[in-house]
């Protein structure tokens, strides 16, 4: 049974950093692109940020660039989103999702992503 895990949400005031990661399991990803989106209260899913398994290839929104990094950990199958320089407008909840990987630059559309974790929350104050 494949299982994403995210964790390392919470609340932080703005400037701040969070680090969240995903925890995959019960399949092998390595013909898998990792993906990162969140979404906010009435806001549909927005596209954060996604890396192929081996880690040699990064997508990002334009708007996420500079403050989120993605990355990921093969040894642990976890994969990582760094981010700084909070905002208030980044408050949402941050899913992890794997969408097999048929092409790059990898679909942003959330259509695309077969495996989902539950998500996590990260609030940013103001």
């Known amino acids: 049974q494949v299982q994403l895990v995210e964790s390392g949400g919470g609340l932080v005031q703005a400037g701040g950093s969070l680090r969240l990661s995903c925890a995959a399991s019960?399949?092998?990803?390595?013909?898998?692109?990792m993906g990162w989106f969140r979404q906010a209260p009435g806001k549909k899913r927005e596209f954060v940020t996604a890396?192929?398994?081996?880690?040699?290839?990064?997508y990002h929104a334009d708007s996420m660039k500079g403050r989120f990094t993605i990355s990921i950990h093969n040894a642990n199958d976890t994969v990582y989103l760094q981010m700084n320089s909070l905002k208030p407008e980044d408050t949402a909840v941050y899913y992890c999702?794997?969408?097999?990987?048929?092409?790059?630059?990898?679909?942003?559309?959330?259509?695309?992503?077969?495996?989902w974790g539950q998500g996590t929350q990260v609030t940013v104050s103001s």
């Open positions: 999702a794997a969408q097999f990987r048929s092409r790059w630059p990898p679909s942003i559309g959330w259509e695309a992503y077969a495996y």
């Open positions: 890396i192929s398994w081996s880690g040699g290839s990064t």
């Open positions: 019960g399949r092998t990803f390595s013909s898998y692109t």
